[in-house]
């Protein structure tokens, strides 16, 4: 019964989001400029007085702080659905300063190296989850249900899992110094050293994830009363700002992994 109640609740914010971003068009034709800032950092609406294993922190990242409605109303709902979670969220300079200051010169040059956002944002979520623990969540991603509901107190992880059984890396809840995720950072870093796969999703992405993890080693719930994709927003107002466009498109136009010593 509860999860019939989740999947009825997504399913209701599944159209909300849709309805809004349709609407959205019209919002931007009418004001193209307009842009809504995502805090760095925002307290938790309300503190929960449980403990918790995994730190009540959600992470994102993204190209630029200023987003489009459509990505603006997406950061609101998770805001909503994670009100005793502290919000944080790194801009790719951001992102290279964090690595800098938090870990070895060796993964700050692997980590440099990469020439595409997608890949370094798939390289620090888990190298910050590692350092501080929390949440993370793709800036395309919300919850479908409040997430104090889907952390349970007593975890030590959580992996989002896919229709086909596969594990994503567009949700990903874990204490700091976790084994599983620091068997991921170890073969995105060695992935970068040996430079020989192109794909990002098989290079950092989640081509990692079930290429190292075991889905009997790890705790993990299915997409579906977790977490979901571009209902809220779509590639068109992800990018609007960003010439290069998506990832898919960048690593056919660039080297994934910078040739020879890292980029300054």
């Given amino acids: 019964m509860r999860n019939i109640g989740v999947l009825a609740f997504a399913r209701v914010l599944k159209l909300l989001a849709n309805t809004t971003k349709v609407a959205a068009y019209g919002f931007h034709y009418l004001f193209p400029h307009k842009r ?13 007085r449980r403990s918790s294993r995994i730190p009540r922190t959600l992470w994102q990242t993204n190209f630029t702080n200023r987003a489009t409605l459509p990505v603006y109303l997406n950061y609101l709902c998770n ?3 994670a009100p005793c979670y502290e919000y944080r969220f790194l801009i790719t300079e951001a992102r290279a300063s964090f690595i800098e200051a938090n870990f070895s010169p060796e993964i700050f040059a692997t980590y440099s190296r990469l020439q595409v956002g997608a890949a370094q944002a798939d390289y620090w979520r888990v190298l910050v989850l590692q350092k501080n623990g929390g949440v993370y969540l793709d800036i395309d991603a919300h919850l479908v249900w409040p997430l104090d509901r889907i952390v349970k107190p007593a975890f030590d992880e959580l992996f989002i899992a896919t229709k086909r059984g596969d594990i994503s890396n567009y949700f990903i809840a874990s204490i700091p110094d976790n084994p599983h995720l620091q068997r991921v950072v170890e073969a995105i870093r060695e992935n970068i050293e040996d430079d020989s796969e192109k794909n990002i999703f098989e290079l950092t992405g989640p081509g990692v994830f079930n290429k190292v993890l075991s889905r009997d080693a790890i705790r993990t719930r299915l997409y579906r009363y977790t977490c979901n994709q571009g209902n809220f927003t779509n590639e068109h107002f992800q990018y609007i700002d960003k010439p290069q466009g998506k990832w898919t498109r960048q690593q056919q136009q660039v080297d994934v992994v910078h040739k020879g010593e890292p980029l300054e």
């Fill in 79 to 81: 805001r909503l659905l």
């Fill in 36 to 48: 809504f800032i995502i805090p760095e950092r925002a307290a938790p609406l309300w503190r929960s």
